[in-house]
């Protein structure tokens, strides 16, 4: 591989990449071994060549000491074919260095990760919550809002009879908008045994569809059979058995949901704990970030919401409206946002090559972890077969940066 870079006023830089007739088979081959056939649609070798260029120019930048901080673009003049050799060229804004100030530690405020009583308790009725069941009420008692009731019923849509709608036995819960309203208040003081004569009107769409739903009238009698509504269970070691019985006990349980909100707690701690080093790290930075650094990154940012805007079939202003965001706002937010995750980028990146620090696998497996939670492996194979081993690798880095400043910080 033969290598030329040239670096521009505006900051950017080219490098041009030259690949031999025989690099280039070999590259084709690895691709063809590699990856899935059906990634490459199209005839003929050319329709490998943006893998092949984005694989190269890893290589490329990793050879000539140079990182882009936004997505490289390439340039080429000729397709790939048997016998022949390649050249390409790669355009991006380098990441600069910046000098990092560490006369003084970094220091983080502590937290205190006990759970209370109300916590767990609080937690435990969301969890009760989620079990209630119906039982029936007290004899004498009539149907009340959000009550459950069986009945019998019978229907007739526009005098003719209606088969949904009539039944022997039938379980319905009043306030989920099944039926109209005028029928749930119909319902409403009725006790077991009762019958009652209802009349409503709803909108029933036409058998074809196309149409528009039409207003029809509904006429029912109705015999209330049981009244039934939602208790929460209590929680005794009865219950928890039945609904947990790998837990057991109601101590038990408890003691669970303790520690569920403790390593929750501890993960919200910890978390808190990297943002105020970071956070503090970043403010140690020395030297502005040069200006085409910054509009590079905004554009970048801006290009993804485009993006996303497009997808779902809007322009960005109109994408914006819908979130009910002001456009001048998003772009000032932007701004404030890329501005702080470039200067704890850059500070992280500084504290680690004054610390001479290394990321370890434990640090791409964090990387790859956060990155596909369901499939970190094949977020790993997919970075490295598709040339992104260095973005990979800058993340790794950072986070290993990170985990030294936390233990080495105050507090």
Not at 217 to 244: C, G, K, N
């Amino acid at each position: 591989m033969d290598t030329t870079k040239e670096l521009k006023e505006s900051g950017q830089a080219f490098l041009d990449v030259g690949l031999s007739a025989s690099e280039v088979a070999e590259e084709i081959a690895f691709i063809e071994t590699h990856f899935a056939a059906e990634s490459f649609p199209g005839e003929g070798l050319d329709k490998y060549r943006a893998a092949l260029m984005e694989r190269q120019a890893e290589k490329a930048m990793c050879q000539e000491g140079l990182l882009p901080l936004t997505m490289p673009l390439f340039r080429t003049k000729d397709n790939l074919a048997d016998g022949k050799g390649f050249a390409f060229q790669v355009v991006f804004f380098p990441k600069p260095e910046l000098g990092l100030n560490l006369d003084t530690p970094i220091s983080v405020k502590a937290a205190s990760a006990a759970v209370s009583q109300d916590l767990i308790e609080a937690r435990i009725d969301e969890i009760r919550e989620n079990y209630r069941v119906l039982c029936t009420k007290e004899e004498g008692s009539v149907v009340e809002a959000e009550d459950s009731v069986e009945f019998a019923i019978e229907t007739t849509m526009d005098g003719e009879p209606y088969s949904p709608l009539s039944a022997s036995k039938r379980l319905y819960k009043l306030g989920e908008g099944f039926l109209s309203e005028e029928f749930d208040q119909a319902l409403m003081g009725m006790a077991q045994g009762e019958t009652k004569n209802i009349e409503f009107i709803m909108d029933v769409a036409p058998p074809e569809g196309d149409e528009e739903p039409e207003k029809k009238t509904f006429r029912s009698t109705v015999t209330i059979q049981a009244l039934l509504h939602d208790e929460v269970p209590a929680v005794d070691d009865e219950w928890v058995a039945q609904a947990f019985p790998e837990v057991g006990t109601a101590e038990a349980l408890c003691q669970l949901v303790e520690q569920e909100i403790g390593d929750e707690q501890k993960a919200i701690i910890e978390e808190d704990r990297r943002y105020q080093a970071v956070s503090a790290l970043a403010k140690r930075l020395e030297g502005p970030i040069p200006d085409f650094v910054f509009q590079a990154k905004i554009n970048e940012f801006m290009q993804a919401f485009e993006a996303q805007a497009k997808d779902e079939g809007m322009t960005l202003p109109e994408y914006l409206k819908q979130q009910e965001t002001d456009i001048g706002e998003f772009k000032m937010s932007i701004m404030l946002k890329v501005r702080e995750q470039l200067k704890q980028a850059f500070a992280l990146d500084a504290y680690a090559r004054i610390h001479q620090i290394e990321a370890e696998q434990q640090d791409f497996d964090d990387f790859y972890q956060e990155l596909n939670p369901s499939d970190p492996e094949q977020a790993s194979r997919e970075y490295k077969l598709n040339g992104r081993g260095y973005i990979a690798a800058e993340a790794a880095l950072r986070i290993a940066a990170t985990r030294h400043v936390l233990g080495h910080a105050i507090g």
